[in-house]
């Protein structure tokens, strides 16, 4: 029997992966959506998580994509209304607040899964199998991006709690932390934080693990060439793997990978994870933000305004 | 027969506590010191850590006393020379490195005990006893004191992984998470970072825990009535913890406690932990201050100068 699933959040992020990726998985379909001031044709509106969860008693299983400040209110909503529940990244606006939810899910038998979708890019698998038989040497990951174009207006991401540049930075850490067998630890952190902003810019994080040193650049500014790469040296020949895990370079060849979606996987492993009564909860790219956060040398620098004539 | 200690670092709570703790409790002794630039009368000393364990193979018990930044090698390499291992709070500069230090113990068969020494105070198991039975409707701590009285000198608090007063704001938060059953979440927190330091110098916290509101202050600033207090208010009657959990009031009547020395507990603790071949290391305290920083409003305030004559 196909999964009914209740998405929560109309935004950017569910209206260009979530909703394509229900749309094409097998065994899950949208059954209704519960968003502040939006709809969709031909499905069941609610203006909040509460009225969905009330009328739609059918709705065995949540999926919110709403924005981290204020989730864990509906999260905990969702689990206590005893519906399994699939969590945008990052899952949380604290690490406390996720061990929360994992221990409701727990006592009441309900599938938790915190998604990292950088995780399931296509070439992610075959860069850790690649890495798994060979002695690293170091990492360096540069993940540059042009928040204006990716995050128009999006205000939520500058307030505490939203991250800055770690929103899409932890994209890099939820691979590396894929990649290696220890979670690597924050050596030292330095932010540079707008004038008016809570969260940083841009941050460049030194770490080790496996007793090689990592590094990790993250620049919310770049409008030139923008990059989201991680180049791994070994005893025996390097690998990039770039295109925010979609491609993989071993020397200067790129290796054939099976195109993949990043959300039909996650909704693929929910749906299994559901009928199989488990949940997938790892925390560990949200612990190495926050241990960066509470590391940090912070530098203030230019106020960030969205229009640059403004 | 009694268990050797070697202590690392001859700082200011290595006089004033570790030293008369040792002397005091049976079944350990001092057996060596390792520090820069200080030694005591008719003990080995060393200068850093690898010697002691280079010289001392009969020691297998060593207690760190560092500043937290460092601290994870010597840790380390004190787990990796096979010895058990008792940490001075706060236990590391980060959440991930502290497990990692406990996944090395494990791996080892080590006893790690990752120390809260407020959590020792006289009359904090009493207080917890009297919460047990109670419907809890709010907690409000206070911890102001003056930092130029007990920090004299101690420039690595105001650098990166120093903590700034949540140095002994974790202090408060080792017993909030020792009273409560669930682990607090940080809703939000509200920084005072003067301009010349990377740690805070003054925090409020806004957490929940268990469906009640609890609100810390921390301030560092204070020169005249110095507060280290919880104040706890059930649906039966309100109770205050005072003077950092060695005085218990019930309503207006202050509770007979036994007096306890915090850092003998901490030794006969360590003492029995290695015994029956155990660990125990919490990392809750630690990780709510690693939430409190990810989730931060900071406000830069005024240059702090030890000597406000400067």
């Given at each position: 029997m196909?999964?009914?699933?209740?998405?929560?959040g109309?935004?950017?992020i569910?209206?260009?992966q979530?909703l394509?990726a229900i749309?094409?998985v097998?065994?899950?379909?949208?059954?209704?959506i519960a968003?502040?001031?939006?709809t969709l044709?031909?499905?069941?509106?609610y203006?909040?998580?509460?009225?969905?969860?009330?009328e739609q008693p059918?709705?065995?299983a949540?999926?919110?994509c709403?924005?981290p400040?204020?989730?864990?209110?509906?999260?905990?909503a969702v689990l206590?209304?005893?519906?399994?529940?699939m969590?945008e990244?990052?899952?949380g606006?604290?690490?406390?607040e996720?061990?929360?939810?994992?221990?409701?899910?727990a006592r009441?038998?309900?599938?938790?899964?915190?998604?990292?979708h950088?995780r399931?890019?296509?070439?992610?698998d075959l860069?850790?199998d690649?890495?798994a038989?060979r002695?690293?040497?170091?990492?360096?990951?540069?993940?540059?991006e042009d928040?204006?174009?990716?995050?128009?207006?999006?205000t939520?991401?500058?307030?505490?709690?939203?991250?800055g540049?770690?929103?899409?930075?932890?994209?890099?850490?939820?691979?590396l932390?894929?990649?290696?067998?220890?979670?690597?630890?924050?050596l030292c952190?330095?932010?540079?934080t707008?004038a008016?902003?809570?969260?940083p810019?841009?941050?460049i994080?030194?770490?080790?693990?496996?007793?090689?040193?990592?590094t990790?650049q993250?620049?919310?500014r770049?409008?030139?060439?923008?990059l989201?790469?991680?180049h791994?040296?070994?005893?025996?020949?390097?690998?990039?793997?770039?295109?925010g895990?979609a491609?993989?370079?071993?020397?200067?060849?790129?290796?054939p990978v099976?195109?993949?979606?990043?959300?039909?996987r996650l909704?693929?492993r929910f749906?299994?994870?559901?009928?199989?009564?488990?949940?997938?909860?790892?925390l560990?790219?949200?612990?190495?933000?926050?241990?960066?956060f509470?590391?940090a040398?912070?530098r203030?620098t230019?106020?960030?305004?969205e229009?640059?004539?403004?």
């Amino acid at each position: 029997m196909s999964l009914a699933i209740g998405l929560v959040g109309l935004g950017a992020i569910a209206r260009a992966q979530h909703l394509p990726a229900i749309d094409a998985v097998d065994g899950v379909h949208l059954a209704a959506i519960a968003s502040r001031n939006a709809t969709l044709p031909d499905l069941p509106g609610y203006p909040d998580i509460e009225s969905l969860l009330a009328e739609q008693p059918g709705i065995k299983a949540i999926s919110l994509c709403t924005p981290p400040q204020g989730r864990f209110e509906q999260a905990m909503a969702v689990l206590q209304a005893d519906r399994h529940l699939m969590l945008e990244k990052p899952p949380g606006t604290t690490v406390c607040e996720v061990e929360r939810l994992r221990d409701e899910a727990a006592r009441r038998g309900l599938s938790l899964f915190t998604t990292w979708h950088s995780r399931e890019a296509a070439a992610v698998d075959l860069a850790r199998d690649w890495l798994a038989g060979r002695e690293l040497l170091t990492i360096r990951i540069d993940w540059r991006e042009d928040v204006r174009k990716w995050h128009p207006g999006q205000t939520w991401i500058w307030q505490a709690g939203g991250l800055g540049v770690f929103d899409p930075g932890i994209n890099a850490l939820s691979i590396l932390t894929k990649l290696l067998s220890d979670v690597p630890r924050v050596l030292c952190s330095d932010f540079e934080t707008p004038a008016n902003s809570q969260t940083p810019i841009a941050a460049i994080l030194e770490m080790e693990a496996q007793g090689v040193p990592i590094t990790a650049q993250f620049d919310w500014r770049e409008t030139g060439c923008e990059l989201w790469s991680i180049h791994i040296e070994t005893t025996d020949g390097a690998a990039t793997l770039d295109q925010g895990g979609a491609r993989l370079r071993i020397g200067g060849t790129v290796q054939p990978v099976e195109t993949a979606s990043e959300y039909q996987r996650l909704y693929a492993r929910f749906r299994n994870l559901v009928a199989q009564g488990q949940s997938e909860v790892d925390l560990s790219p949200l612990r190495l933000v926050a241990d960066a956060f509470l590391n940090a040398k912070t530098r203030p620098t230019a106020a960030f305004h969205e229009d640059i004539n403004a």
